[in-house]
């Protein structure tokens, strides 16, 4: 039985076929024996290269994306210490900020109190929830040892399912 791979992108915004994208990245894990993101970009630097659309080679509009990119790590590594009750006074920390734009998008963030005080905000911070698990089972489902945690996220999810016809 011969086995065959399709590449697909998850998300389907890049300038080059899956397939032959995924196909030449096995080739480059094969011939170093490992992928790293550094092997990858440099493997891409030639103007004909495969994978070079992929890139912005215009170093003023690369520049701008980086500096986003650290903003959206300032904004994710900032934390904040919650009391949780007063008789108690042990502080949980906390993400200061979190996104409440839809997966898989990234880029707009509220005060995690205001998150979960909002009922818009809650509902979609729990949808993303929802589907960062999914994506964690997806990922690890070969592992027969988390099954049973993967028993309690399809119930979880179960649970949670929109009464309006939706899904998650």
């Known amino acids: 039985m011969i086995y065959q791979k399709k590449y697909t992108w998850r ?5 080059v076929d899956a397939q032959s994208a995924g196909e030449h990245l096995a080739a480059l894990e094969l011939q170093h024996n490992s992928l790293t993101p550094e092997l990858v970009l440099d493997d891409a630097r030639p103007s004909d290269a495969l994978l070079h659309p992929c890139f912005e080679w215009d170093d003023t509009k ?5 500096r986003v990119e650290q903003a959206r790590y300032i904004i994710g590594n900032i934390v904040v210490h919650i009391e949780q009750r007063e008789s108690e006074k042990i502080p949980e920390t906390t993400r200061a900020f979190i996104s409440i734009t839809p997966l898989p998008h990234k880029g707009e963030f509220v005060s995690v109190k ?3 005080s909002n009922e818009t905000y809650h509902e ?3 949808q993303n929830a929802l589907a960062e698990l999914r994506a964690f089972q997806k990922k690890y489902n070969g592992l027969t040892e988390l099954d049973a945690v993967f028993s309690v ?4 999810c179960a649970d949670q399912q929109p009464s309006a016809g939706g899904s998650v």
């Open 62 to 66: 690369a520049a701008e994306k980086y």
């Open 114 to 116: 205001r998150a979960f």
């Open 153 to 156: 996220i399809d119930q979880v």
């Open 124 to 126: 979609q911070i729990l």
């Open 11 to 15: 998300i389907n915004n890049q300038p």
